[in-house]
T-cell receptor
Framework: AQKVTQAQTEISVVEKEDVTLDCVYETRDTTYYLFWYKQPPSGELVFLIR??????QNEISGRYSWNFQKSTSSFNFTITASQVVDSAVYFC?????????????FGQGTELSVKP | DGGITQSPKYLFRKEGQNVTLSCEQNLNHDAMYWYRQDPGQGLRLIYY???????QKGDIAEGYSVSREKKESFPLTVTSAQKNPTAFYLC????????????FGSGTRLTVV
């Protein structure tokens, strides 16, 4: 089965707290791609990061960081010193190599609420 | 700048009427997709198209129809057969079999009144 699980439906934090959004995936392919998207209240999904299965190096972009671990099939996303503007729904997605129709497999999303 | 344009942003429809949502891209992407999102829910695939004049049903195609006469355009018609059409609709496009992810439009919020 090919699947993405975001077990956290909703997370609420206070501004300046660090928060980690979990993403666990399943795929039989050895080559695949993982993504994170942000959906602010305006509705459009915004691309955050793409990672291929051969690159396990963690990535940091400002307050955002991603931890990719093939051993646990996880691709977690951490926001450091969260801000109110980080409030959004975050989706993790998988693109397996053998991918009928080029369809991405999305998780159910995690709604993050950052309170002032 | 390249991107995807969805119109209108908000749409109201009376029960029993068909309505067409527009999606246009100037990214030269081959594939296009329509998703439905209900409040507090994830994304559900309605239809997708990999090339002009060809499209496939997604997970929830009943009550919807599409066409792909031009590479740039992938309109979605919500027919009167769709029993619960009130939702947020997102269009996306991609290249390279989805391995570069999707580019999304800003969405259309459809309300049946």
């Amino acid at each position: 089965a090919q699947k993405v699980t975001q077990a956290q439906t909703e997370i609420s934090v206070v501004e300046k707290e660090d928060v980690t959004l979990d993403c666990v995936y399943e795929t039989r392919d050895t080559t695949y791609y993982l993504f994170w998207y942000k959906q602010p209240p305006s509705g459009e999904l915004v691309f955050l990061i793409r990672r291929n299965s051969f690159d396990e190096q963690n990535e940091i972009s400002g307050r955002y960081s991603w931890n990719f671990q093939k051993s646990t099939s996880s691709f977690n996303f951490t926001i450091t010193a969260s801000q109110v503007v980080d409030s959004a729904v975050y989706f993790c997605a998988l693109s397996p190599w053998y991918n009928q129709g080029g369809k991405l497999i999305f998780g159910q999303g995690t709604e993050l609420s950052v309170k002032p | 700048d390249g991107g995807i344009t969805q119109s209108p942003k908000y749409l109201f429809r009376k029960e029993g009427q068909n309505v067409t949502l527009s999606c246009e891209q100037n990214l030269n992407h081959d594939a296009m997709y329509w998703y439905r999102q209900d409040p507090g829910q994830g994304l559900r695939l309605i239809y997708y198209s990999q090339i002009v004049n060809d499209f496939q049903k997604g997970d929830i195609a009943e009550g919807y129809s599409v066409s792909r006469e031009k590479k740039e355009s992938f309109p979605l018609t919500v027919t009167s057969a769709q029993k619960n059409p009130t939702a947020f609709y997102l269009c996306a496009s991609s290249t390279g079999q989805g391995r570069w992810g999707y580019t999304f439009g800003s969405g259309t919020r459809l309300t049946v009144v």
